[in-house]
Structure formats: structure tokens, C-alpha cells
T-cell receptor, first 113, second 115 residues
Framework: KAGVTQTPRYLIKTRGQQVTLSCSPI?????VSWYQQTPGQGLQFLFEYFSETQRNKGNFPGRFSGRQFSNSRSEMNVSTLELGDSALYLC????????????FGNGTRLTVT | AQSVTQLDSQVPVFEEAPVELRCNYS??????LFWYVQYPNQGLQLLLK??????LVKGINGFEAEFNKSQTSFHLRKPSVHISDTAEYFC?????????????FGAGTRLAVHP
């Protein structure tokens, strides 16, 4: 079974631009979560989607948004990029049961210049 | 809100020596605990999980962890490490929020295995 796939692996953007990251979950998984990983802040929860609905959200500004499609694929969008948005963005999926472990993709490394 | 404290940011150890990576979490009525490993340029891989039952949990790659409710700890151990165990290790606790569970991660412990 294929794992969680994130595209692209690397992105370089300039301040003020916007970016969209994509995540394809493991087949049959209906829940997709997004995390931001930085050396200073560690792993921080962004949001979780289940059956196309956002069911949990972290403490990030409104510039960070996401959505989930009917096939469970998810996208994350960051608008008006800031230097501090440079990070590894990790997507994770799980079947949907709340206590089931997350399965992570290899992430998208975003660099904002 | 739940929190997770990984007491050591870095742990150096020689190959074939035992290792313990420490993790403490804030108290809760019921908790679900996880350890993940991250190799360079990769995502996180689940090592083991505690949901209920036996407090000693065995995971992949020879790792195990013990859930201690009275000390609110979930330390990760391996009796004999290999060079290939060099990686960053994250402890995580499941937090019930808004009707759903989300994972809260510790800051990570970088394990460096030396020959």
C-alpha cells in the first residue's frame, strides 16, 4: 500500500507570495492532518480534515488554510508569505478513528526569501 | 491543554550500549501516547503506541517504552543501539480538543550513536 505522498518536496518562494502544498493520504484513510516543523518551534499542529470538513485547528493565523477533497486528498495554502513561514510542512493521514496513529509523508520543505 | 516534555535535547551514546530517551506529559484522565522517529529529510515514522492495557509496549527496531501513570512518564528504551538508530525521536500525546483528538508533540531528542 502506498504511503502518504506530498508534493512538491521543495519550494522556494519570496515574501508576499502565496503557496499551495498537496497531500495524498494512504488509500482508505479519511483523515488528513498538517503540521509545521521548524528548529525553533518544533512540530506544531495546523489543522485536521475529515470527510472534507475541518474538525480541528491549531493556533495559526488566517493566512494558513486548507481543504480536503472528496477523494480525501488535501491541500494547504499559505498566503502573503513571511520569512518565518520557512519550514518543513508535514502531512499525516489516519483511517479516521481518533486514537489511531498518524502516518506521515516526507514533507514539503518551504523556503521563503 | 496537554503538553509533552522531552527532558534531553541530545543523547550521545556508543554503539551497542543501552539508551533511554525520557518523556513526561501533563496529567489527564486518560492518555494515548506515541513515540515517532524521524530520519534526515524524511517524515515521522511510528515506533510504538500506548492506548491501553499492558504498560510495557514493544515497538519496531527493538525499541520499547513503559507507561508510568503515577510519574506521568513514557520513556523509550533500547538495550543495544546501532549506528542506524541515529535520528530524532519525538514523544507525542493525544489531546482531546473540540470533540476530537489531536497529537501534541514534544520538542524531540536527537540520538547520536557513535562507533
Amino acid at each position: 500500500k502506498a504511503g502518504v505522498t506530498q508534493t512538491p518536496r521543495y519550494l522556494i518562494k519570496t515574501r508576499g507570495q502565496q503557496v499551495t502544498l498537496s497531500c495524498s493520504p494512504i488509500s482508505g484513510h479519511r483523515s488528513v492532518s498538517w503540521y509545521q516543523q521548524t528548529p525553533g518551534q518544533g512540530l506544531q499542529f495546523l489543522f485536521e480534515y475529515f470527510s472534507e470538513t475541518q474538525r480541528n485547528k491549531g493556533n495559526f493565523p488566517g493566512r494558513f488554510s486548507g481543504r480536503q477533497f472528496s477523494n480525501s486528498r488535501s491541500e494547504m495554502n499559505v498566503s502573503t508569505l513571511e520569512l518565518g513561514d520557512s519550514a518543513l510542512y508535514l502531512c499525516a493521514s489516519r483511517p479516521g478513528a481518533d486514537n489511531s496513529p498518524l502516518h506521515f509523508g516526507n514533507g514539503t520543505r518551504l523556503t521563503v526569501t | 491543554a496537554q503538553s509533552v516534555t522531552q527532558l534531553d535535547s541530545q543523547v550521545p551514546v556508543f554503539e551497542e550500549a543501552p539508551v533511554e530517551l525520557r518523556c513526561n506529559y501533563s496529567s489527564s484522565v486518560s492518555v494515548y501516547l506515541f513515540w515517532y522517529v524521524q530520519y534526515p529529510n524524511q517524515g515521522l515514522q511510528l515506533l510504538l503506541k500506548y492506548l491501553s492495557g499492558s504498560t510495557l509496549v514493544k515497538g519496531i527496531n527493538g525499541f520499547e517504552a513503559e507507561f508510568n501513570k503515577s510519574q506521568t512518564s513514557f520513556h523509550l528504551r533500547k538495550p543495544s543501539v546501532h549506528i542506524s538508530d541515529t535520528a530524532e525521536y519525538f514523544c507525542a500525546v493525544s489531546e482531546f480538543s473540540g470533540g476530537y483528538n489531536k497529537l501534541i508533540f514534544g520538542a524531540g531528542t536527537r540520538l547520536a550513536v557513535h562507533p
